[in-house]
């Protein structure tokens, strides 16, 4: 039998959206080159229907009462986050974002984002930004490894999955070095204090949670500002199946409105996850009221080893 899951992206209208950045001595073209495309990111926002707050704090974990350490926002004047009625939201972003590179090189993004919410919630910097009934992206930008001890990365992941009634309703994206090649003469190192170094623990929460992944060396951050825009604003990358699949039987396509489909080659334009047993798509983002259809063959229907060897498409 073939299966069809039918999944309508409907976007959620209220959006909390926090920005996690390492503020150390190494971090001062990435912060710029975050504020110089963050109009592609704030885009999805403005003038748009959603209810929306975007707050910043820093990897800096010091004991310190500065608003932006601590999991404490970063403040301009009296706006601790932007919503849509801050009257200058990229330049109050630019200003809050441009953190400096003067924080600790025990750079803990992990704690960060745990401190700002779970722990600093109701405080008077924080007050109001975090709401329980609205979707959460947490966003961490950092050239080094995650040194955070309290909580365990088991412990956070864990906390993140279970912050809402649905799952989905929380993403972790990582800008950070994603693994040892060398790109823009940069390599990253493993397991050390140099810069740059291999963010592995922030990858592990992002594939976990699910976000996106963009690695810090790139010189050109406009896809990823604009890929982040659209996953912060509600609109979902990635599909879960309702049943485990027999893989090569997979077939996607979206049904954008009566009159435009779209089919979708795996590992090409979408990957196939089966550890979340979802699908993902690769550059695509259906649009808001689209329908995404996902035909397969589940794999408790077959028993015979001839359909898992022959890729037959079960149709």
């Avoid at 049904?255 to 590992?267: A, C, H, L, M």
Wanted: glycine share 6%; proline share 3%; with cysteine.
């Amino acid at each position: 039998r073939v299966r069809e899951d039918v999944i309508t992206q409907v976007v959620k209208p209220e959006v909390d959206i926090l920005w996690v950045i390492d503020n150390s001595c190494s971090m001062e073209e990435e912060q710029t080159t975050l504020v110089n495309n963050f109009d592609l990111f704030i885009s999805y926002f403005l003038d748009s229907q959603l209810d929306w707050h975007i707050g910043v704090t820093s990897t800096d974990m010091r004991d310190s009462e500065v608003p932006g350490n601590n999991g404490i926002l970063r403040s301009v004047g009296e706006i601790k986050f932007i919503d849509e009625n801050t009257p200058d939201p990229i330049g109050t972003f630019r200003e809050m974002a441009t953190l400096g590179t003067s924080g600790s090189g025990n750079e803990t993004g992990i704690g960060a984002a745990y401190s700002t919410i779970a722990i600093h919630d109701d405080c008077e910097h924080n007050k109001d930004f975090y709401r329980e009934e609205a979707t959460l992206s947490i966003i961490t930008i950092s050239d080094e490894e995650d040194y955070t001890t309290d909580p365990g990365i088991n412990e956070f992941i864990s906390w993140l999955l279970n912050l809402k009634s649905d799952s989905e309703d929380v993403t972790y994206s990582s800008i950070v070095c994603l693994d040892e090649s060398v790109i823009n003469g940069y390599k990253c190192a493993v397991g050390s204090y140099q810069q740059p170094s291999l963010g592995s623990r922030y990858i592990s929460v992002t594939n976990a949670v699910g976000g996106i992944l963009w690695d810090v060396r790139e010189y050109d951050w406009a896809p990823v500002l604009d890929q982040l825009g659209l996953q912060a604003a509600g609109l979902k990358r990635e599909y879960f199946l309702t049943e485990v699949p027999i893989v090569s039987t997979l077939e996607v396509y979206v049904e954008e409105d009566e009159d435009t489909v779209y089919s979708f080659k795996q590992d090409i334009d979408y990957t196939y996850s089966q550890t979340r047993n979802s699908i993902t798509f690769i550059t695509y983002i259906p649009p808001q009221y689209s329908k995404v259809h996902i035909e397969y063959v589940p794999l408790g229907s077959y028993y015979g080893q001839d359909i898992f060897d022959s890729g037959d498409s079960g149709n």
